[in-house]
């Protein structure tokens, strides 16, 4: 039965401690809820934390007896107290109510707002219900969720996003999560990468490669956390973005311990209005990159005459009707020589109707991998550029240089160096001195003039450079070659974790087990259309030669890595373990700070610390960033 009957009623900061016959109505929104019966005295209480605009963290107690019934209260509810008495309790106010009869439990939810009661009549009346509405206004504004571009150092907020990634830490009793909202930050890394026994939708990472951060949750949210499944949508409730104050420029994304102001985590529905917000931001990246298409193959496959310092001219002939028609043969000869000319030579600098327009080279799966140098073309805008737009290689600024202090190697500058590992510059032409280099490794293209790591990331894309640079680190950095090799389909671009992938085979041969793509599968009805997965090595490179504030990521897979390996294809670096005991070695040799220390084949190889290799790299665009690829590259 509803009543009419009038009540007043106060906010949560004008409480007072009164007498126990003096009581009050409030409204609050339910920060934290738990009901506990107290054994032996046959009674329930339920502990509620309120808040509303004046005050927060307002606890009031509501009693009942053991075989009572209360309404149910979830975070998020507005609850009405009627008689609700206040006295003070370790110097804070309280409160307690005597009965779960006199409170009303309204649900954002319910758009009517029909409360929740055991009472068999209580009062409402239009005042009632604007109050209601009121609150929920106030609060879902104070709620909303923040983008992950939006957050700042020392930011508690709400974000609603897509799960990437699934990782269960151990040794800290944490979940790592993978998570995108569709937006960029600089206040903190994505890191992370490559961890063991990770659930991971790799596909999903490699499109969500330049937007993803990691979160870190703890406490008795963990529980909630390692059931998370990558691809849900779900809203982080008061995330922290957390600085200590020992490391300020450190920054870590943290889901803390306890349920203060709701904090926790929701999988939410695909119908959620906030879901359909964030896949309509999420789906604009993947149209983005879907529609570049793959592209990398045919530009490496161009004339090298447009190899090194120029514009790669090649369109697919479905974009080349977007261009500017070249009506002056005369004027197009003279801008193939310009692009031609050498990066250093005077007079380099082509004009801007003198460029031939390129489209972006799509990324293929696994080349989106976290990049080692993300700050380096951040960093480098910031420099200011030179005459001729390109420093020398000679030119090191160690300010710039922010690499760990042992990568501080200024291998273009043997004077600083106790044992260089360039030659002295003896030679009677830069060409000779250039040849006189030891390294690993040879390119097909021997002829053309090497390029610095500071040249190529300020360079446009996409271009084609050699390189003479060292190896810091692989990633993924792997003891069984299994990690190193994955299953890919060349028509809708599926890629598998590893070389044992979750699916069911459908052929062993020569005792490698072969799988159908999953996705062609349910495309397509007909078997014969069906797609069968490739196995393919995917190796990224960590590459510096001292010329760059940062290091430069180049990624390996494909028919190039089966060349750079010296023709070894991945198949047979997984039927034989000599063969993939050769690929470890290679892999050692080009980078021996990765080679493990307990590590028992070839003891007695010498490695060198940091050798040079001498490789080819292509640079292509896409909506996600700027990436690279090695090519055309073979180990000695």
């Known amino acids: 039965v509803i009543l009419a009957n009038h009540y007043e009623y106060v906010t949560l900061e004008a409480l007072k401690e ?23 005295k046959r009674t329930q209480i339920l502990d509620l934390t309120l808040t509303d605009e004046t005050e927060a963290g307002f ?37 307690r109510c005597i009965s779960p009869k006199f409170i009303l439990v309204f649900n954002k939810n319910n758009k009517e707002c029909r409360p929740k009661t055991v009472a068999k009549s209580f009062t409402f009346i239009p005042k009632d219900a604007a109050r209601v509405e009121e609150l929920f206004q106030w609060y879902n504004k104070l709620s909303e969720p923040k983008l992950i571009c939006e957050l700042s150092r020392g930011d508690y907020a709400n974000i609603v996003c897509q799960i990437i990634g699934v990782y269960c830490a151990k040794k800290t009793d944490a979940v790592i999560l993978k998570i995108w909202d569709g937006t960029k930050t600089n ?36 529980a909630t956390a390692s059931e998370l499944k990558p691809g849900q949508y779900i809203e982080i409730r008061d995330a922290h973005l957390y600085s200590p104050q020992s490391n300020p420029d450190e920054y870590k994304l943290c889901l803390h311990t306890g349920t203060k102001e709701g904090r926790g985590i929701e999988v939410l529905n695909t119908n959620d209005n906030r879901v ?30 447009l190899f090194l310092n120029c514009d790669i001219s090649v369109l697919p002939s479905s974009q080349s009707q977007r261009l500017t028609q070249v009506t002056n043969d005369a004027e197009a ?13 005077e007079g380099s600098v082509v004009s801007q109707n003198a460029v031939i327009s390129i489209l972006e080279a799509s990324v293929k799966p696994g080349q989106c991998t976290q990049e080692f140098g993300e700050g380096t073309q951040r960093e480098l805008q910031e420099m200011d550029d030179s005459e001729d737009g390109m420093s020398a290689p000679t030119q090191q600024d160690p300010v710039l240089n922010k690499t760990p202090l042992e990568y501080r190697m200024y ?78 389909c060349s028509k809708c671009s ?30 397509e009805v007909d078997k014969k259309d069906w797609s069968v997965l490739n196995y393919t090595y995917l190796i990224s490179f960590e590459l510096h030669d001292g010329t760059g504030p940062s290091s430069l990521e180049a990624h390996l897979w494909g028919e190039n890595a089966i060349k750079f390996f010296k023709g070894i294809t991945p198949e047979q670096a997984l039927k ?17 700070n990765c080679k493990p220390f307990n590590s028992v084949g070839n003891r007695d190889h010498n490695y060198s610390a940091y050798p040079i290799i001498n490789c080819c790299l292509l640079s292509y665009k896409t909506s996600s960033g700027t990436f690279y690829q090695i090519f055309d590259t073979t180990l000695l």
Not at 74 to 81: A, H, N, Q
Not at 196 to 221: C, M, P, R, W
Not at 282 to 293: H, N, P, S
Not at 337 to 344: I, S
Request: aromatic share 10%; with cysteine; proline share 5%.
């Open 59 to 95: 606890n009031c107690s509501v009693f009942g007896a053991k075989d009572e019934a209360f309404p149910d209260v979830y975070p998020g509810d507005i609850v009405r107290i009627h008689r609700m008495q206040v006295y003070k309790f370790r110097n804070r106010l309280k409160g």
């Open 333 to 345: 000869t003279a801008t193939i020589e310009a692009l031609n000319r050498p990066l250093r030579e």
């Open 187 to 222: 206040q903190f890394e994505s890191t992370h990468w490559g961890l063991k026994e990770e659930n991971i939708d790799e596909k999903l990472f490699t499109v969500a490669k330049n937007y993803y951060v990691i979160i870190s949750v703890y406490g008795q949210h963990v």
């Open 494 to 523: 599926y890629m598998t974790q590893n070389a044992i992938p979750s699916i069911d085979p459908f052929e062993e041969r020569d005792g490698l087990f072969y799988f159908y793509c999953p996705e062609c599968s349910t495309q």
């Open 276 to 305: 359909k917000k964030l896949k309509e931001r999420l789906e604009k990246i993947v149209v983005d990159v879907m529609e570049c298409g793959n592209q990398t193959d045919h530009l490496l496959s161009q004339n090298n005459s």
């Open 411 to 488: 291998l273009h500058n043997a004077a600083i160096q106790k044992n260089p590992t360039f030659s002295p510059h003896s030679s009677e032409t830069e060409v000779e001195w250039w040849k006189s280099v030891s390294t690993i490794s040879e390119t097909d293209h021997p002829t053309i003039k090497p390029s610095s790591i500071a040249e190529i990331v300020q360079h446009d894309t996409p271009y084609k450079f050699r390189t003479l640079c060292a190896v810091f680190s692989y990633k993924p950095n792997a003891s069984s070659m299994h990690d190193l090799i994955h299953l890919y």
């Open 576 to 592: 034989e373990e000599t063969v993939s005991n050769s690929v470890f070695q290679m892999l050692w040799s080009i980078c021996p």
């Open 18 to 40: 009164t007498d126990s016959k003096i009581t009050f109505n409030v409204y609050g929104i339910v920060e934290k809820c738990n009901l506990k019966v107290i054994q032996g």
